[in-house]
């Protein structure tokens, strides 16, 4: 069946394009277009079911009412989580979402932010990679209303919204600590971004804060693009070599390969190695021992993040708003520690 155009429309009312396009835009009253041509051509374009063409309007307008959200993986409980709330706020501001995943690679992630802009986007909501900051400045300066999650470049004045990831860190250790261990095993990867900086001082200074030396040999560092099976050999290693009372890892993903690798080694939870991680996860909530974890706020995250973004397309607004927003993280005790 062939599309009704607008032109279409216009035939079968007897009335000019512009005409049409001022009604169904809902300027009838603005445009003194009588109220009985203004019904009759909402009624036929109800009846022959019109369907504006979007490309023609974000033409016409300059507005696409799409936001580009850039993550680095889709497949994440964290990323995954957050993309779907993210979805489902955006719609109730009239906006439609297009995902985009980066696999942490500084060339893909150019090529989406590039086809982002020749798609003419309305906004864009980042989960930033190393080596992008030239390219979300250029959006910034071309006034392009964007918001970054989950990370940041340090010195920046966008706008962004993450976890507290010291707190969270902190708090972790703090109560490894109390509980009385004190050869407390750190476990994180190799990305330069902010995320892992302050989760990895967070370790290290709770640790100096109590009085507790830092051993450079309980602190190890994954390859982040490194296989499965090389990590979980890395970390059987680390544990055998090392023989930490208790271990926090810096992320869900290392928390699940650390399971295998405890398992592996036919060691108990609690009883031969504790365990904590940052980011929690299904697998350690239905894991038994249950894994204490560190939960990310993603609701409040994803909502503060829509927030600012609404704010800077003017769909919104808030009065005292702060542009750069640390949530506080969730601390869930389990059976682990």
Do not use: W
Not at 104 to 120: C, F, T, V
Not at 206 to 216: A, D, E, G
Not at 297 to 308: G, H, M, R, S
């Amino acid at each position: 069946m062939k599309k009704v155009s607008l032109k279409d429309i216009a035939r079968m009312v007897g009335a000019s394009p512009s005409t049409v396009s001022f009604v169904l835009n809902g300027k009838a009253t603005e445009m003194r277009i009588s109220d009985k041509l203004a019904d009759k051509i909402l009624k036929v374009a109800k009846r022959e079911n019109y369907q504006p063409n979007n490309v023609a309007v974000s033409l016409r307008t300059g507005k696409s009412k799409i936001i580009g959200l850039v993550v680095d993986t889709i497949s994440g409980n964290f990323f995954a989580s957050l993309a779907r709330i993210i979805e489902s706020e955006a719609e109730h501001f009239g906006y439609k979402v297009i995902y985009c995943s980066t696999g942490n690679e500084i060339k893909k992630a150019r090529e989406l932010l590039g086809m982002l802009y020749q798609y003419h986007v309305d906004g864009y909501l980042i989960i930033p990679t190393e080596g992008l900051e030239k390219e979300i400045e250029n959006l910034s300066v071309n006034r392009k209303p964007l918001v970054l999650m989950d990370s940041y470049f340090s010195g920046t004045n966008l706008p962004y919204v993450l976890v507290n990831n010291y707190q969270g860190v902190s708090q972790a250790i703090t109560h490894l600590i109390e509980k009385g261990y004190r050869k407390i095993g750190f476990v994180c990867n190799d990305i330069p971004m902010i995320q892992m900086q302050e989760r990895k001082r967070g370790y290290l200074e709770t640790l100096q804060s109590n009085n507790i030396p830092f051993n450079k040999r309980l602190l190890l560092e994954t390859g982040y693009k490194d296989p499965e099976q090389d990590i979980v050999q890395n970390i059987n290693t680390f544990i055998l070599k090392n023989k930490p009372e208790a271990i926090m890892f810096a992320a869900n993903y290392l928390g699940v390969y650390g399971l295998e690798s405890i398992k592996s080694l036919n060691l108990s939870i609690p009883g031969d190695i504790a365990m904590v991680c940052f980011d929690d996860h299904e697998i350690f909530r239905l894991f038994s021992p249950s894994i204490t974890s560190i939960q990310q706020p993603v609701e409040a995250i994803a909502k503060l993040a829509i927030q600012l973004l609404m704010q800077q397309l003017g769909k919104i607004e808030i009065k005292d708003t702060v542009s750069q927003v640390e949530v506080s993280p969730v601390f869930l005790l389990r059976n682990s520690t």
